[in-house]
């Protein structure tokens, strides 16, 4: 396996945003979308980068995916929603208690069976009380681990056996057996090292990783070992996904959040999501049976 060529970083979309997450590609619109999760924003862009609309959801909306059918399953601070296609709420079809006041949901993707998978994160002292949660098509849902700190990048194996799950606060990526009954196993440490935050994996069985903080994406093997960084020109690097007409562009989100006017002044593309060409590809998202 070699490493993956990658052409010139350029700006998809000069979004400015506070805190842009959740990228996902709709490969039948050629369409990109992601989640302004401060301003509650979801944002849809054509093909070219041009924003197309920024839908109202009450924020924090930390996540969303793909709904069966048409609209989007989304996380907000303490609930689970389901929308129509335009991303208006239809209703709430889950709620969880978090451990504390200054928590709440991050991460979601959609397993390949169909489950909604949503992390929390502790905004205010970072202690591992943080937890993942499975969420069923009729709102079940199922506490599948705690003891996170922040909850990020997920993904899964070709066949849905291996689950891949990111704990930023402890700059680490692990892995756990996984299937269709949706029960997790043991986590073990997969990459370590860096503030690893959103995940992607391509079609040569790689994983892409954004490092918040460090302005840079890492590629890595199989087996977890690195195999090329790509250099950003913003340092708050966030969601990771692929997308384009091929699924060979890899697109990444960045934030302006936590950066001083004079960080900004400097790094101007914060705020923006980025494209990168590959000479790899990537899978469609999963869907929400729901």
């Known amino acids: 396996m070699s490493s993956a060529t990658t052409g010139p970083v350029t700006v998809f979309s000069d979004a400015r945003a506070v805190l842009a997450e959740s990228i996902v590609w ?14 509650g924003t979801l944002n849809t862009a054509d093909a070219h980068g041009t924003i197309l609309s920024s839908v109202p959801l009450p924020p924090p909306l930390a996540s969303f995916q793909p709904r ?4 989007f399953v989304a996380a907000l601070g303490d609930t689970i929603v389901v929308t129509d296609p335009d991303g208006a709420v239809e209703r709430e079809i889950a709620r969880v208690e978090h451990a504390m006041d200054g928590m709440r949901f991050n991460e979601g993707k959609c397993d390949p069976f169909g489950r909604f998978l949503v992390g929390s994160m502790n905004l205010t002292t970072g202690e591992p009380d943080a937890a993942l949660y499975s969420v069923e098509a009729d709102g079940t849902t199922r506490l599948l681990r705690g003891g996170f700190g922040v909850t990020n990048g997920i993904e899964w194996s070709d066949d849905g056996t291996v689950m891949y799950v990111t704990d930023t606060s402890a700059s680490t990526v692990y892995r756990a057996s996984y299937g269709p009954d949706g029960e997790l196993g043991e986590l073990q440490p997969f990459i370590v090292g860096a503030a690893h935050d959103g995940l992607v994996r391509d079609d040569e069985g790689c994983f892409w990783s954004a490092v918040y903080g460090g302005g840079r994406v890492e590629r890595y093997s199989p087996d977890g070992s690195h195999l ?8 708050n690097v966030t969601s990771v996904a692929f997308g384009g007409p091929d699924m060979s562009t890899l697109f990444v989100g960045t934030a302006r959040e936590n950066l001083t006017e004079e960080q900004l002044e400097q790094s101007p593309q914060s705020g923006a999501v980025l494209a990168v060409p590959t000479r790899v590809h990537g899978f469609p998202a999963n869907t929400f049976s729901g």
């Open 26 to 39: 709709d490969p039948a619109s050629e369409r990109l979308r992601w989640t302004d999760i401060t301003l």
């Open 68 to 71: 069966a059918g048409g609209g």
């Open 228 to 235: 090329e960084t790509v250099e950003l020109s913003a340092p």
